[in-house]
């Protein structure tokens, strides 16, 4: 048997030969030409000369051999629905939605804006995307209209497809009236918006714009759609993510590379075979919804849970409820879920059958040791963290117990994936760091492997000088994280390195919160750091500076202002992205260049000492919040 050292030693040294195997996991109309085409630096395109079409690597692959068994699983206990679609259903519904897409004028290429809850018809529709070759765009439902329609600005969508409201907590969160004032924002005007209708919140359809998916769904309940085979470098979708400006980048992510890489990724890392359960509690509008809920478990034949609630209610046991009911084997969460968790009864841990599960994986944001080992013992599971980024869609560092078992650390998301030449870097000099224990940045030595981002939408520029730039005189990618590498090749994550915070997984631009923020016609300026918080991993706290200080002189005012600044987040980004606190300040801690000291400020939030202020301009500034917050 290889060992791991020697799979992913082979995956770099033999790249095209490790990687011209993996591409035989999926169906290829065209095989491909060429493996990898890196004469372009670091624009990458794998597969070349192939087509293939993801939709039918997901779905239609599998009729031949498994058409009853379930394909999406569908359980919703905000509606108390529970549905499940077979591979042949599956197939149905969205060859009707690709039929409804291309009546609304969808041809390949163009972009489909999603807008959507965790419902079935979401599923339908990136599939059926995929299927005609266009190009989703996903949209996570918590987002505001002005989140919305700079990425509807962004991705100029020719359909966007909605539904009249999620919910949470069974009240219904309306999405409609969100969308319409996206739309009235936004300077580019989609053709057509196709709308889910529930039943959960009365929608006001615009004529000539808006149609109901369930009247244009009964004209096609019998049409076939053909998967369009598109080149493996043809973009699947575009999914935009925070950074460090006010402008999310839309990464856009190729056809035959993704296909490749899920694959792969659910041989080698996640380890599920096909006719299992796969359970990822995310959402369709993140990355790993993407990757682990629809196209990942899908492509090798699993049967992928779709669940719209909380984790706690009817009560904690809720998800361990369907790990037993479906039969899970491999299961798919956040640390900030298992966190809410750890709150809970922990009877309900072992309530229900669980043994069907092989391993609970955890991504998105830092495993604390405590929350790992707490859901440890609770399962009696292996807990596996791995890491990643939108950017990348499948794990940088993991482990990959598929090729061999290895050792958890706890603390650790494990080792270089195969298929990445993980590299640390010394942030001062982008000197390599070889010896074990040092800190340093993050990086992947070019190419990215097969599934990670082509470019940024439209924007080539902004992808080189995004990634590629960090060290003067070489191209390679960096992630933006700190990390350290033990003498076992393990690595510890310590914290990104720019200003993107990560509130319960979620990420999130500070420059995106402060922008919104800054808009307030009484505040003049405004710093929002990410601060560590036990239970979401790290909160957003404003500093804001005001135009007027008479306005707010007592606890009140000051309680009044931070409410509307909150309304003015939750409008324009979505409650997601709501500071916890909004304070005010007369100064912000500058360096004498005028740079806002974040770093002083989140040591001082979080009772840290914060280092070196000799380039501090006002030394009373960081005085003022230290003040604030221990008052
Ligand atoms: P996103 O693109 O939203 O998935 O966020 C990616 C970022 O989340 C990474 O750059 C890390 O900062 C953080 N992250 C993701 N997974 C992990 C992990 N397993 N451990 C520590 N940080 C993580």
């Known amino acids: 048997m290889t060992s791991y050292a020697e799979f992913h030693q082979r995956s770099l040294t033999d790249r095209d030969a490790f990687w011209g195997e993996q591409a035989q996991l999926v169906d290829w109309k065209v095989p491909p030409q060429q493996i990898c085409d890196y004469s372009n630096p670091p624009f990458a395109k794998w597969f070349v000369g192939g087509t293939t079409n993801l939709c039918h690597n997901a779905v239609d692959r599998h009729l ?71 190009i989703h765009s996903v949209v996570f439902g918590g987002f505001a209209s002005g989140s919305l329609a700079s990425r509807i600005e962004d991705a100029e969508p020719k359909v966007v497809v909605s539904a009249d409201a999620g919910s949470r907590g069974s009240k219904p969160v309306p999405y409609k009236p969100l969308l319409d004032e996206a739309l009235r924002l936004s300077k580019y005007k989609p053709e057509a918006v196709l709308l889910v209708d529930r039943g959960l919140s009365p929608m006001d359809l615009v004529a000539g714009r808006d149609h109901l998916w369930a009247a244009l769904r009964d004209k096609h309940l019998d049409t076939v759609v053909d998967c369009e085979w598109v080149d493996a470098t043809h973009p699947s979708y575009t999914l935009y993510t925070s950074g460090t400006t006010g402008k999310p980048k839309g990464v856009q992510r190729d056809t035959g590379g993704y296909c490749v890489a899920l694959a792969a990724s659910m041989k080698y890392i996640y380890a599920g075979n096909p006719g299992e359960t796969y359970f990822s509690t995310s959402d369709i509008g993140w990355v790993v919804g993407h990757s682990y809920i629809i196209y990942g478990p899908l492509i090798s034949g699993m049967a992928t849970i779709m669940y719209e609630g909380l984790p706690t209610r ?88 598929g090729v061999e078992e290895a050792v958890t650390k706890f603390g650790s998301p494990g080792k270089a994936v195969y298929g990445y030449d993980v590299k640390l870097l010394d942030d001062q000099t982008g000197e390599e760091l070889t010896a074990p224990n040092q800190k340093g940045v993050i990086a992947v030595e070019g190419p990215l492997p097969p599934g990670c981002m082509q470019t940024v939408w439209r924007d080539d520029e902004r992808f080189v000088n995004t990634y590629w730039k960090s060290v003067p005189g070489r191209l390679i990618y960096s992630t933006f994280d700190w990390g350290i590498r033990d003498p076992d090749g ?61 306005l707010v002189t007592d606890d009140a005012s000051a309680k009044a202002l931070e409410a509307e600044v909150f309304k003015m987040v939750d409008r324009d980004l979505g409650a997601v992205a709501r500071p916890a606190r909004v304070r005010f300040v007369s100064v912000l801690p500058k360096t004498r260049s005028g740079k806002c000291l974040r770093r002083a400020i989140v040591a001082v939030c979080e009772g840290r000492d914060p280092g070196d202020l000799t380039t501090m301009d006002d030394p009373a500034a960081l005085q003022q919040i230290k003040d604030l917050v221990t008052a």
Not at 336 to 359: E, F, H, N, W
Not at 363 to 379: F, N, R, V
Not at 521 to 548: R, S, T, Y
């Open 64 to 134: 031949a051999s498994r058409s009853d068994q379930a394909a999406l699983i569908f359980v919703s206990t905000e509606t108390n629905q529970e549905k499940v679609f077979s591979f042949k259903e599956l197939h149905a519904e969205v060859q009707r939605m690709a039929a409804v897409l291309k009546d609304l004028g969808v041809q390949k290429g163009d972009r489909v804006l999603i807008y959507m809850p965790m419902i079935p018809e979401a599923a339908f529709a990136m599939l059926a995307c995929t299927r005609i070759g266009a």
């Open 314 to 401: 009817p009560d904690g046991g809720i998800w361990w409820s369907l790990v037993e009911k479906y039969k899970v084997t491999v299961m798919f969460s956040a640390p900030t879920a298992v966190r809410v968790l750890k709150k809970q009864d922990p009877a309900l841990l072992t309530k229900y059958d669980l043994s069907s599960l092989r391993a609970l994986f955890l991504a998105g944001e830092p495993l604390d040791e405590p929350t790992a080992q707490w859901i440890s013992a609770g399962l009696g599971k292996p807990i596996i963290d791995n890491y990643w980024q939108t950017e990348t869609g499948w794990p940088i560092l993991s482990l990959c117990n």
């Open 490 to 550: 393990y690595f510890f994550i310590l914290g990104r390195t720019d200003d993107v915070i990560n509130v319960a997984g979620h990420r999130l631009g500070t420059r995106e919160i402060e922008e919104s923020i800054a808009a307030h016609p009484n505040i003049a300026e405004v710093a929002v750091v990410g601060v560590a918080d036990q239970l979401k991993g790290q909160v957003a706290m404003a500093f804001a500076v005001l135009k007027n200080p008479d």
